[in-house]
């Protein structure tokens, strides 16, 4: 049982190029998230999707842009990076249905970026 | 908006020593509550949980208990290990279940 696999887990950048990170999940999760880490700062939502052709804004979106295209799948794109995108980034999914329990999010294990 | 606060540490600890690490939250309504774990070079996992007040999350020997007059959500352990030198999160989810909020992380480190 993969969870939620993140694939790279570690790019260089140059300042303006471009990259997508993709995530997938097999839990048949309806939610999917994506967070970027940094020192002392926590995780902070990029963006997420709760069902697969839907996609909405977290607290810091810019500069990022996301697809769902499969309810699988949860990419995360950087049409011109910037050094200040430098940092590790988490795909994170749930079953999304209610409140309580099943709003637990499973983690994928991160992707290290650098743009230089 | 949501918001949770928590010691950020680092805490260094000696193995058996007693580990509590205060989180408090501020949110409006009934947010369930989170404690997650992140081990080196991992991504983040559910450690325990709480849903209303009064409630105790436990696992792996670490407990937290939801105390709504406090909004507070700290974790305790009675005897640390080697092995539990992490990063520690705490969390919170809204009451509508899409507003997922964490803390900025504790780092523990726990010495033979």
């Known amino acids: 049982n993969a969870g939620v696999t993140q694939t790279p887990k570690f790019r260089v950048l140059k300042t303006g190029q471009s990259m997508t990170l993709l995530c997938a999940q097999d839990?048949?999760?309806?939610?999917m998230y994506w967070y970027r880490q940094d020192p002392g700062m926590g995780l902070r939502l990029i963006h997420y999707s709760v069902g697969e052709g839907t996609t909405a804004k977290g607290e810091v979106p810019d500069g990022y842009n996301v697809s769902r295209l499969k309810k699988q799948n949860f990419l995360l794109g950087l049409e011109s990076a910037a050094p200040s995108q430098t940092s590790v980034y988490f795909c994170a999914s749930s079953y999304g249905v209610g409140r309580i329990a099943k709003n637990i999010q499973y983690f994928g294990a991160g992707t290290r970026l650098s743009v230089l | 908006g949501d918001s949770v606060t928590q010691m950020e540490g680092p805490v260094t600890l000696s193995e058996e020593a007693f580990l509590t690490i205060n989180c408090t939250y501020t949110a409006t309504g009934y947010p369930s509550l989170f404690w997650y774990v992140q081990y080196p070079g991992e991504g983040l996992q559910l450690l325990l949980k709480a849903t209303k007040a009064d409630d105790k999350g436990s696992n792996k020997g670490f407990e937290a208990t939801y105390r709504k007059e406090t909004t507070s959500f700290h974790l305790e352990k009675g005897s640390v290990q080697v092995s539990d030198s992490a990063v520690y999160f705490c969390a919170l989810i809204d009451n509508y279940g899409q507003n997922f909020v964490f803390g900025p992380g504790t780092r523990l480190s726990v010495l033979p």
């Open positions: 839990m048949n999760h309806e939610y």
